[in-house]
């Protein structure tokens, strides 16, 4: 019976994996956050221990967690690229340093640490699948901003590949793009303030044009939240060790397409669901710059696809949910909230 703490157990990848837990497990979850509204379902569970509190207020609590639990899953992050731009420090802050005396606890206390590393941490790599062992990670120039992300997330993995050769029990883990219900809110309209899929659902709701930065030619693999927790799932439970010391990419190479495509199959699918049709009749493919959009600091990637086979064959694991699949869902999960949604409009 694990105990699994859950560092921003309220976030995308922390409530999808807490209900995962306790839905076919008889692990315990501890999990701390500063929301709950993802999680409020979950707080009455017996084996989910809550506590409302932040990692940078809340460290003798954290400390002693990491001390108590067997697996520690820090996914306290920034990870919206708006914020890369206008607030690097604050990035900084919060993925390098405010995350940092946690892995250095989990060594301490000889725990299991599962750490989310990123797919940004390849950069504007070049090859053609992103190999976690071979891959170099290129960044661009350091008045790009954007990159301060990219190189945080690198950074801590090398401190944490570092503290492996000292007997640290650690996997990293990095998600490509993994979609789903409970991304982001749509609820925000500012541009820039979601991840991509979110940010377009919200423009759908609302019957506001999707605007696509540099044409949506940048393509991105989209990964079915629901794939990328049956990952997780087997890490967390590492059966005889196969997943210590170790770095995988969690991603789906088959639903590889363009934001522009992105744009396109959700407006298609959007006018099947009485909800959503009328505020898609309203939408207009517009294009903006990367500058306009998200500031003079930005920087893309132009194609962005895992290599998986060690995860593949480590893991007894593969992605299984399609594109079409994977929107389908955000869509059915979010019908009852289309009317807050139009609000924002008002």
Not at 74 to 90: C, E, F, M, Q
Request: charged share 25%; net charge negative; hydrophobic share 40%.
């Amino acid at each position: 019976m694990k105990k699994i703490l859950i560092l921003g157990v309220n976030g995308f990848i922390g409530h999808h994996l807490s209900k995962r837990i306790l839905e076919t497990t008889d692990w315990h979850v501890y999990g701390m956050d500063m929301n709950t509204d993802r999680i409020s379902d979950l707080l009455s569970h017996e084996r989910m221990h809550f506590f409302e509190g932040d990692i940078t207020i809340n460290k003798e609590w954290v400390e002693y967690h990491v001390k108590k639990c067997d697996v520690i899953l820090p996914l306290v992050a920034i990870a919206t690229p708006s914020t890369y731009v206008k607030a690097p420090l604050r990035v900084f802050e919060l993925d390098f340093e405010a995350n940092l005396p946690i892995v250095r606890s989990a060594s301490k206390y000889g725990k299991h640490l599962v750490f989310p590393s990123t797919s940004e941490v390849y950069g504007m790599c070049h090859d053609d699948e992103f190999d976690p062992e071979n891959s170099e990670l290129i960044c661009g120039p350091i008045n790009k901003p954007r990159w301060i992300y990219s190189n945080a997330k690198q950074l801590m993995d090398r401190v944490i590949w570092g503290y492996g050769i000292e007997g640290l029990n650690f996997t990293l883990f990095r998600p490509f793009n993994w979609i789903g219900a409970g991304l982001d809110s749509i609820h925000t309209p500012k541009e820039g303030s979601s991840r991509v899929v979110t940010q377009f659902f919200g423009h759908i709701v609302r019957g506001e044009n999707i605007s696509l930065v540099d044409g949506g030619a940048q393509k991105r693999a989209f990964t079915d939240i629901d794939d990328g927790i049956d990952a997780l799932m087997k890490i967390i439970e590492n059966k005889d060790g196969a997943a210590t010391g170790k770095i995988y990419n969690i991603g789906n190479p088959v639903n590889n397409f363009s934001i522009r495509e992105l744009a396109n199959m959700m407006l298609e699918l959007a006018p099947q669901y009485p909800e959503y049709a009328e505020g898609a009749a309203k939408v207009k493919i517009v294009e903006t710059t990367s500058g306009a959009y998200y500031g003079a600091g930005y920087q893309d990637v132009q194609n962005r696809v895992p290599k998986i086979t060690n995860t593949c064959e480590e893991l007894n694991w593969k992605p299984a949910t399609t594109m079409a699949d994977a929107l389908k869902k955000i869509f059915d999960a979010y019908r009852g909230q289309v009317a807050a949604a139009q609000a924002l409009m008002e």
